[in-house]
Protein backbone atom coordinates (compact mmCIF):
# COMPACT_ATOMS: atom_id res chain seq x y z
CA UNK A 1 0.00 0.00 0.00
CA UNK A 2 1.62 2.76 -1.46
CA UNK A 3 -0.58 5.91 -0.34
CA UNK A 4 -0.24 8.51 -2.19
CA UNK A 5 2.39 9.04 -4.98
CA UNK A 6 3.43 11.97 -6.63
CA UNK A 7 5.92 12.63 -9.82
CA UNK A 8 8.18 13.81 -10.78
CA UNK A 9 9.87 15.38 -7.26
CA UNK A 10 11.42 18.03 -8.55
CA UNK A 11 11.17 20.00 -12.23
CA UNK A 12 12.37 23.21 -13.39
CA UNK A 13 10.58 25.02 -16.40
CA UNK A 14 11.44 27.90 -18.40
CA UNK A 15 8.56 30.40 -18.90
CA UNK A 16 6.15 29.55 -20.87
CA UNK A 17 6.56 25.59 -20.79
CA UNK A 18 3.92 23.34 -20.02
CA UNK A 19 3.94 20.06 -17.67
CA UNK A 20 1.67 17.66 -15.59
CA UNK A 21 2.32 16.87 -12.36
CA UNK A 22 1.46 12.96 -11.50
CA UNK A 23 -1.00 11.97 -8.24
CA UNK A 24 -2.02 8.48 -8.18
CA UNK A 25 -3.77 6.99 -5.08
CA UNK A 26 -3.98 3.35 -4.15
CA UNK A 27 -6.37 3.59 -1.18
CA UNK A 28 -10.02 3.62 -3.24
CA UNK A 29 -10.66 7.35 -1.87
CA UNK A 30 -13.33 9.18 -4.02
CA UNK A 31 -12.02 12.45 -3.37
CA UNK A 32 -8.31 13.85 -4.39
CA UNK A 33 -7.07 17.58 -4.18
CA UNK A 34 -4.40 19.23 -5.45
CA UNK A 35 -2.90 22.21 -3.11
CA UNK A 36 0.20 24.39 -3.55
CA UNK A 37 2.79 25.66 -0.97
CA UNK A 38 4.31 28.78 -1.06
CA UNK A 39 7.18 29.41 1.08
CA UNK A 40 6.59 30.22 4.74
CA UNK A 41 3.34 29.48 3.96
CA UNK A 42 0.47 26.70 4.50
CA UNK A 43 -1.37 25.39 1.67
CA UNK A 44 -3.71 26.46 -1.06
CA UNK A 45 -6.22 24.22 -2.60
CA UNK A 46 -6.08 24.70 -5.94
CA UNK A 47 -8.82 22.06 -7.85
CA UNK A 48 -10.23 18.89 -6.28
CA UNK A 49 -12.38 16.14 -7.35
CA UNK A 50 -14.98 14.16 -5.99
CA UNK A 51 -15.20 11.44 -8.30
CA UNK A 52 -13.95 9.86 -11.69
CA UNK A 53 -15.50 12.56 -14.65
CA UNK A 54 -15.84 15.21 -11.84
CA UNK A 55 -13.41 18.20 -10.95
CA UNK A 56 -14.09 21.65 -9.24
CA UNK A 57 -12.41 24.83 -8.66
CA UNK A 58 -10.58 25.54 -5.44
CA UNK A 59 -9.42 29.07 -4.09
CA UNK A 60 -6.59 29.50 -6.08
CA UNK A 61 -7.27 27.74 -10.18
CA UNK A 62 -5.94 30.02 -12.68
CA UNK A 63 -3.12 28.95 -14.87
CA UNK A 64 -3.89 24.98 -13.96
CA UNK A 65 -6.13 22.29 -15.38
CA UNK A 66 -7.05 19.06 -14.17
CA UNK A 67 -8.85 15.90 -15.16
CA UNK A 68 -9.66 12.54 -13.03
CA UNK A 69 -10.31 9.93 -15.78
CA UNK A 70 -10.13 7.12 -13.07
CA UNK A 71 -10.46 6.66 -9.45
CA UNK A 72 -6.41 6.58 -8.96
CA UNK A 73 -5.05 9.25 -10.89
CA UNK A 74 -5.33 13.15 -10.44
CA UNK A 75 -2.98 15.20 -12.82
CA UNK A 76 -2.30 18.29 -12.32
CA UNK A 77 -1.37 20.32 -15.59
CA UNK A 78 0.54 24.03 -15.83
CA UNK A 79 -0.20 25.60 -19.03
CA UNK A 80 2.31 28.76 -20.03
CA UNK A 81 4.21 28.52 -17.18
CA UNK A 82 5.13 31.77 -14.80
CA UNK A 83 7.23 32.58 -12.11
CA UNK A 84 3.89 33.30 -9.99
CA UNK A 85 3.68 29.19 -10.49
CA UNK A 86 7.41 28.11 -8.54
CA UNK A 87 5.78 26.39 -5.50
CA UNK A 88 5.62 23.27 -3.89
CA UNK A 89 2.61 20.91 -5.18
CA UNK A 90 1.00 18.27 -2.69
CA UNK A 91 -1.66 15.64 -3.70
CA UNK A 92 -4.20 14.40 -1.40
CA UNK A 93 -6.56 11.92 -1.12
CA UNK A 94 -9.79 11.14 1.12
CA UNK A 95 -12.34 8.68 1.55
CA UNK A 96 -15.15 10.82 2.06
CA UNK A 97 -15.43 14.84 1.92
CA UNK A 98 -15.67 17.29 4.38
CA UNK A 99 -15.38 14.92 7.42
CA UNK A 100 -12.40 12.32 6.69
CA UNK A 101 -8.79 12.78 7.08
CA UNK A 102 -6.90 14.07 3.80
CA UNK A 103 -3.69 12.09 3.14
CA UNK A 104 -0.89 13.50 1.15
CA UNK A 105 1.79 12.82 -1.08
CA UNK A 106 5.57 14.18 -0.85
CA UNK A 107 5.21 16.65 -2.57
CA UNK A 108 6.92 18.29 -5.69
CA UNK A 109 8.96 21.16 -6.29
CA UNK A 110 8.70 23.26 -8.96
CA UNK A 111 11.04 26.11 -10.10
CA UNK A 112 9.62 28.31 -13.40
CA UNK A 113 12.84 30.22 -14.65
CA UNK B 1 -14.37 33.01 5.91
CA UNK B 2 -12.62 30.66 7.84
CA UNK B 3 -9.10 31.67 9.12
CA UNK B 4 -6.47 30.41 10.88
CA UNK B 5 -3.82 31.87 12.98
CA UNK B 6 -0.26 30.39 14.00
CA UNK B 7 1.23 32.51 16.70
CA UNK B 8 4.18 30.99 16.94
CA UNK B 9 6.42 31.40 13.33
CA UNK B 10 9.64 29.54 15.74
CA UNK B 11 9.91 27.47 18.78
CA UNK B 12 12.64 24.82 20.04
CA UNK B 13 12.74 22.66 22.95
CA UNK B 14 15.04 20.32 24.62
CA UNK B 15 14.82 16.47 23.83
CA UNK B 16 13.09 14.96 26.43
CA UNK B 17 10.66 18.50 27.37
CA UNK B 18 7.43 19.24 26.74
CA UNK B 19 6.50 21.93 23.75
CA UNK B 20 2.84 23.40 22.99
CA UNK B 21 2.05 25.31 20.09
CA UNK B 22 -0.75 27.60 19.98
CA UNK B 23 -3.48 28.15 17.21
CA UNK B 24 -6.56 30.24 17.08
CA UNK B 25 -9.53 30.10 14.37
CA UNK B 26 -11.91 32.01 13.83
CA UNK B 27 -15.48 30.55 12.02
CA UNK B 28 -18.77 31.09 12.31
CA UNK B 29 -19.78 27.14 11.76
CA UNK B 30 -21.02 24.56 14.46
CA UNK B 31 -19.65 21.56 12.46
CA UNK B 32 -16.45 21.61 11.86
CA UNK B 33 -12.89 19.57 12.45
CA UNK B 34 -9.22 20.49 13.54
CA UNK B 35 -6.33 19.02 12.19
CA UNK B 36 -2.79 19.20 13.34
CA UNK B 37 0.10 18.17 10.64
CA UNK B 38 3.37 17.72 10.45
CA UNK B 39 6.11 18.92 8.05
CA UNK B 40 9.34 17.21 8.12
CA UNK B 41 12.23 18.15 6.02
CA UNK B 42 11.29 15.68 4.03
CA UNK B 43 8.30 17.98 3.10
CA UNK B 44 6.07 14.95 3.46
CA UNK B 45 2.68 16.30 5.04
CA UNK B 46 2.10 13.50 8.25
CA UNK B 47 -1.28 14.25 9.79
CA UNK B 48 -0.50 14.25 13.53
CA UNK B 49 -3.56 14.40 15.60
CA UNK B 50 -7.03 15.43 14.45
CA UNK B 51 -10.33 16.96 16.84
CA UNK B 52 -14.28 17.01 16.00
CA UNK B 53 -15.77 20.01 17.48
CA UNK B 54 -18.80 17.98 18.58
CA UNK B 55 -16.05 16.69 20.94
CA UNK B 56 -15.53 18.17 24.54
CA UNK B 57 -12.94 15.19 25.17
CA UNK B 58 -9.38 16.31 24.10
CA UNK B 59 -7.69 14.22 21.70
CA UNK B 60 -4.50 12.30 22.32
CA UNK B 61 -2.44 10.19 20.01
CA UNK B 62 0.34 9.12 22.08
CA UNK B 63 2.83 11.75 23.39
CA UNK B 64 0.37 14.33 21.26
CA UNK B 65 -2.17 15.99 22.90
CA UNK B 66 -4.47 18.71 22.59
CA UNK B 67 -6.20 21.49 24.51
CA UNK B 68 -9.26 22.07 22.78
CA UNK B 69 -10.76 25.03 24.23
CA UNK B 70 -14.16 25.69 21.85
CA UNK B 71 -15.29 29.12 23.14
CA UNK B 72 -12.15 30.52 22.83
CA UNK B 73 -11.35 29.19 19.42
CA UNK B 74 -8.05 27.61 20.35
CA UNK B 75 -6.57 24.76 19.65
CA UNK B 76 -3.31 23.90 20.78
CA UNK B 77 -0.72 20.74 20.69
CA UNK B 78 1.52 19.41 23.44
CA UNK B 79 4.37 17.71 22.55
CA UNK B 80 5.36 15.45 25.45
CA UNK B 81 8.73 13.91 25.96
CA UNK B 82 9.96 15.91 22.73
CA UNK B 83 12.02 13.49 20.75
CA UNK B 84 14.99 14.58 17.72
CA UNK B 85 12.60 13.32 15.17
CA UNK B 86 9.90 15.92 16.40
CA UNK B 87 11.96 18.65 14.53
CA UNK B 88 9.59 19.73 11.75
CA UNK B 89 6.85 22.56 10.67
CA UNK B 90 3.68 21.82 12.39
CA UNK B 91 0.33 23.34 10.39
CA UNK B 92 -2.37 23.82 11.98
CA UNK B 93 -6.10 23.62 10.10
CA UNK B 94 -9.40 23.87 9.89
CA UNK B 95 -12.36 22.28 7.88
CA UNK B 96 -15.64 22.97 7.84
CA UNK B 97 -17.91 19.62 8.02
CA UNK B 98 -18.85 19.07 4.49
CA UNK B 99 -16.26 20.89 2.94
CA UNK B 100 -13.44 20.01 0.50
CA UNK B 101 -11.24 22.77 1.73
CA UNK B 102 -9.06 22.25 4.47
CA UNK B 103 -7.90 25.98 5.61
CA UNK B 104 -4.02 25.99 6.96
CA UNK B 105 -2.26 28.38 9.24
CA UNK B 106 1.08 29.93 8.36
CA UNK B 107 2.96 26.77 10.28
CA UNK B 108 5.08 26.68 13.36
CA UNK B 109 8.66 25.74 13.04
CA UNK B 110 9.41 23.74 15.54
CA UNK B 111 13.08 22.43 16.89
CA UNK B 112 14.16 19.74 19.16
CA UNK B 113 17.88 20.49 20.56
CA UNK B 114 19.35 17.16 21.90
Known amino acids: NAGVTQTPKFRILKIGQSMTLQCTQD?????MYWYRQDPGMGLKLIYY???????DKGEVPNGYNVSRSTTEDFPLRLELAAPSQTSVYFC????????????FGPGTRLTVL | AQTVTQSQPEMSVQEAETVTLSCTYD???????LFWYKQPPSRQMILVIR??????QNATENRFSVNFQKAAKSFSLKISDSQLGDTAMYFC???????????FGKGTKLTVNP
Open chain 1, 92 to 103: ASSYTLGVDTQY
Open chain 1, 27 to 31: MNHNY
Open chain 1, 49 to 55: SVGAGIT
Open chain 2, 27 to 33: TSESNYY
Open chain 2, 51 to 56: QEAYKQ
Open chain 2, 93 to 103: AFMKGGSEKLV
